[in-house]
Every structure is written in C-alpha cells, then in structure tokens.
Nanobody
Framework: QVQLVESGGGLVQAGGSLRLSCAAS????????MAWYRQAPGKQRELVAN???????NYPSSVKERFTISGDNAKGTVYLQMDSLKPEDTAVYYC?????????????WGQGTQVTVSS
C-alpha cells in the first residue's frame, strides 16, 4: 500500500495564495497519475487538477489560470499552487495517486487538508 501525507492547508484571505504538498510513503511503486480533489460541505468531491506521467495537466474552468499542479512521480511528490484564492475555494483538499504493481492499478488518497478562504 502507498500512503499519502498532505500539508500546507490553512486560512487565507481572498486574493491570497497557498501551496499544498503531498508525499507518498513508498517510492518503489510506479505512479502513473497524480491529482488534487476537493470537497466542500454538502457537495460532492470534485477534481481540481491532475497531471499525467508525461506531464500533461488538466484543470476545470473554475480554477484554471489560478491553480498549478506539479509533481515528480519518481519521488512520489505532488504540489498544488493556489493563487488568487476565492471564498468558493474553501474545501477539504485531497491528493490522489494512481499506481501500478504487478500488473494491477491502485488508488491512494491523502487524509485531506482544510483550506479556508475568508472574504
């Protein structure tokens, strides 16, 4: 199993920035994709950003040009730089990786880190 440890959440004023970090407990598994999701109270978990092993990134329109995902699949680290934060970005943020081992693919999730944006 691969465990993920997140850090970097907190309280910030609207217009501010935060950087989330996520590190995998094991680096001897092949990671094929990394992503960040968020879940606000009363809402479903939604994708915020993802990055493939080839470096391609994808963002929903709600965060495009404000959030930037980066990572190193060999080191098992993934980051989310969040700029120009808005109150509607308030949520618990989760990192996610997809990894393969002996021909099977697996998903691992972080424990979640709270991001609160005040107006």
């Amino acid at each position: 199993q691969v465990q993920l440890v997140e850090s970097g959440g907190g309280l910030v004023q609207a217009g501010g920035s935060l950087r989330l970090s996520c590190a995998a407990s094991r680096t001897n598994r092949k990671i094929i994709a990394m992503a960040w999701y968020r879940q606000a109270p009363g809402k479903q978990r939604e994708l915020v950003a993802n990055i493939t092993i080839g470096g391609s990134t994808n963002y929903p329109s709600s965060v495009k040009e404000r959030f930037t995902i980066s990572g190193d699949n060999a080191k098992g680290t993934v980051y989310l730089q969040m700029d120009s934060l808005k109150p509607e970005d308030t949520a618990v943020y989760y990192c996610h990786i997809k990894w393969v081992w002996l021909g099977d693919s697996y998903d691992s999730w972080g424990q979640g880190t709270q991001v609160t944006v005040s107006s």
